[in-house]
T-cell receptor, first 110, second 114 residues
Framework: QKEVEQDPGPLSVPEGAIVSLNCTYS??????FMWYRQYSRKGPELLMY????GNKEDGRFTAQVDKSSKYISLFIRDSQPSDSATYLC??????????FGRGTSLIVHP | EPEVTQTPSHQVTQMGQEVILRCVPI?????FYWYRQILGQKVEFLVS????????KSEIFDDQFSVERPDGSNFTLKIRSTKLEDSAMYFC????????????FGQGTRLTVV
């Protein structure tokens, strides 16, 4: 079983839709959970950072962590064409060595 | 806006050759990182570096790899004898503090080993 599983997509949605991106993981030691956005030919950019379980909201973005189910989600409200990118989940335990998912390609069409 | 700069953007090298990838971190940052992403696969952590020492390294970062901060501005990743499987996008990142919440990534160097 892979440590972090993420559906590569592509996920295609119309502008204005609510987008749900998800990752599952197997390592119960993971405590820190990150979501990155990566545009084509660019480096990853941190979007959201959550410690342990719960929700965190930042503008149109909401990150959720359910440690009991080993499941994390990123919701994007009112999606825009500029949100079209690859979204990477990443997580780690006490060390600063993150494990990434493969990324989900999101396409928001006008 | 300050940014992490990586050079070259694309490097082609022959198998067995040494290659040095260069990064200029953000000027007041103290922690530096290298990641790689093989085409179509996930981003993988290689190494973190602080105060002229390696802080953490992954299993990928074996004796073929080394990092150096040769002067006050550059941070380099050296691969001693490249293999075909070293072909990947290599990302440098830097942060002011030892935290992933503040790390900024460069645009990457695509390394192709032929």
């Amino acid at each position: 079983q892979k440590e972090v599983e993420q559906d590569p997509g592509p996920l295609s949605v119309p502008e204005g839709a609510i987008v749900s991106l998800n990752c599952t993981y197997s390592n119960s030691a993971f405590q820190y959970f990150m979501w990155y956005r990566q545009y084509s030919r660019k480096g990853p950019e941190l979007l959201m950072y959550t410690y342990s379980s719960g929700n965190k909201e930042d503008g149109r973005f909401t990150a959720q962590v359910d440690k009991s189910s080993k499941y994390i989600s990123l919701f994007i409200r009112d999606s825009q064409p500029s949100d079209s990118a690859t979204y990477l989940c990443a997580m780690r335990g006490g060390s600063y060595i993150p494990t990434f998912g493969r990324g989900t390609s999101l396409i928001v069409h006008p | 806006e300050p940014e992490v700069t990586q050079t070259p953007s694309h490097q082609v090298t022959q198998m067995g050759q040494e290659v040095i990838l260069r990064c200029v971190p953000i000027s007041n940052h103290l922690y530096f990182y290298w990641y790689r992403q093989i085409l179509g696969q996930k981003v993988e952590f290689l190494v973190s570096f602080y105060n002229n020492e390696i802080s953490e390294k992954s299993e990928i970062f074996d004796d073929q790899f080394s990092v150096e901060r040769p002067d006050g501005s550059n941070f380099t990743l050296k691969i001693r004898s490249t293999k075909l499987e070293d072909s990947a996008m290599y990302f440098c990142a830097s942060s002011e503090w030892h935290t992933d919440t503040e790390a900024f990534f460069g645009q990457g160097t695509r390394l192709t080993v032929v």
